[in-house]
């Protein structure tokens, strides 16, 4: 069985930074699509970042500038950093994966999720 954990989430001030973490005992990261998304209450799940079996990354332009996505060299470990938090970026961060290289950025797209981390911005 499949897990994917995430960690690292929390309260912050507007203006303020988190990174987020996603490990899998399970899944080795290596050469797939990983990716980060949020849900805020009462809306649907959003993509938010991705990175590609070469390591191109890619951001919604809601986060643009602000967030970097990234792996650890082993490729066990993925990681948002988040900056200048606003109040928008508030809900659920969602870890998720594919099976191989990144397809596109639908919920629908990705087989593989973690439970979530909530991020609160005040």
């Known amino acids: 069985h499949v897990q994917l954990v995430e960690s690292g989430g929390g309260s912050v001030q507007a203006g303020g930074s988190l990174t987020l973490s996603c490990t899998s005992p399970?899944?080795?990261?290596?050469?797939?699509?990983m990716a980060w998304f949020r849900q805020s209450p009462g809306k649907e799940r959003e993509w938010v970042a991705s990175v590609d079996g070469d390591g191109a990354t890619s951001y919604s332009d809601s986060v643009k500038g602000r967030f970097a996505c990234s792996q650890d060299n082993a490729k066990t470990s993925l990681y948002l950093e988040m900056n200048n938090l606003k109040p928008e970026d508030d809900g659920i961060y969602y870890c998720?994966?594919?099976?191989?290289?990144?397809?596109?950025?639908?919920?629908?797209?990705?087989?593989?999720w973690g439970k979530g981390t909530q991020v609160t911005v005040s």
């Open positions: 998720a994966a594919q099976n191989l290289w990144c397809t596109g950025t639908s919920v629908g797209d990705f087989r593989y």
């Open positions: 399970g899944l080795s990261f290596s050469d797939r699509c």
